[in-house]
């Protein structure tokens, strides 16, 4: 599976293809049709839904590999695994499920998800974006923001303050609502990486959407969010280590072929202890992936495990481009070679889908802090 994925990539995602779609500020839409074409959007569909069964190890492969060739290629992907597909299964209706997870499976669907508002982010269950209930239909208004990829989705599960039931939690519904819906405006949001997908702020004025893109139960979506959230965990830290190992390969690579006081500059220990740092962060978070799949599989992911994870691999990835970065020097800093975009795209993982710091909150509090 993997040799067979790795061979599709390196002839439609080519390094030079992620630098020209970062560049350029345009979606890898021929890698990502490509991945499709060959079966590889389907990976965790069941067969009876166009997809061949896989596991969340399977998934971590699939995306790992994906990572190493183009961060936002897999971080494209991911959103139809977890929000397409996932979440639906998991989630929705028999409706809902023949009518999204096969597009999901064939790659003509894609998917964004909505949670943070401008003034509810790492506090995310405060968020105020309603839905009224007006016989078969919401009424949604309100503001999202940091919805990736939502200029391109088809469709958004979004979460919703449908009551108002005193704990913040409780109150809140998922809908998977229809982009082109009437009354809906996506504003693209300039930022310091991730420039070929990016991320959006969008508007929601009196959109009506059906009672039927309720996933899960009315004022309980809350559930529907964390659970998506854990999925979403082993697929961000899969594609994450993937490019963080890109990092470190290209790095490697340079080190050992520039030359500096007539050696190379691999052979100073002041570098060698830079790759001997990373290769440890590398090896623990593969194993780290390795065993959240594992869990998954087993239904045995906690919480701690769930933030554990997101934490270690966001700061490694962050860590090691850095790191890889002062090693090239002046090249590394150069916007002419690919290292500053791992350097820029690495910066989100310790924000995006939930700060450091609030994993770290996370993980005190299970141990009864």
Request: proline share 3%.
């Amino acid at each position: 599976m993997l040799q067979s994925v790795r061979s599709l990539l390196d002839d439609v995602c080519s390094m030079d293809y992620a630098a020209k779609c970062d560049i350029n500020h345009t979606p890898p839409r021929e890698a990502f049709n490509a991945m499709a074409e060959n079966g590889w959007l389907g990976l965790i569909a069941p067969e009876s839904y166009g997809g061949s069964g896989g596991s969340p190890t399977d998934l971590a492969l699939v995306l790992e590999e994906t990572g190493h060739h183009f961060e936002e290629l897999g971080l494209w992907l991911f959103r139809s695994f977890t929000y397409g597909c996932y979440a639906i299964l998991q989630h929705g209706t028999d409706e809902q499920k023949q009518r999204i997870v096969p597009g999901a499976a064939n790659g003509k669907l894609s998917f964004a998800f909505a949670l943070s508002e401008p003034d509810s982010g790492s506090d995310a269950a405060s968020l105020r974006t309603r839905a009224v209930i007006d016989g078969d239909y919401f009424i949604v208004n309100g503001r999202k923001q940091w919805t990736s990829g939502m200029d391109i989705a088809d469709y958004a599960l979004v979460a919703l303050r449908t009551n108002d039931l005193g704990k913040k939690q409780l109150g809140i519904s998922t809908l998977m609502i229809d982009t082109k819906l009437p009354g809906i405006e996506v504003r693209k949001i300039a930022t310091l990486g991730q420039h070929a997908i990016g991320t959006t702020e969008v508007t929601f004025t009196d959109v009506r959407v059906p009672r039927t893109a309720l996933l899960g139960q009315l004022d309980h979506g809350w559930a529907v969010c964390e659970d998506t959230l854990r999925y979403e965990r082993l697929c961000l830290s899969a594609v994450r280590i993937g490019a963080a190992r890109r990092a470190f390969e290209y790095a490697l690579d340079y080190a050992k072929t520039r030359h500096q006081f007539g050696k190379p500059i691999g052979s100073f220990q002041v570098t060698q202890h830079k790759f001997a740092d990373m290769k440890v962060m590398l090896d623990t978070s593969f194993t780290m992936v390795r065993r959240y799949a594992w869990l998954m599989e087993n239904g045995k992911a906690e919480r701690a495990d769930t933030a554990v994870i997101k934490y270690y691999i966001a700061e490694s990835y962050k860590t090691i481009s850095d790191m890889c970065l002062q090693i090239l020097g002046g090249y590394g800093y150069s916007m002419e070679y690919p290292m500053q975009r791992f350097f820029r795209d690495s910066r989100l993982a310790t924000i995006g889908g939930g700060t450091s710091e609030i994993q770290k909150n996370i993980i005190a509090s299970t141990l009864g802090l």
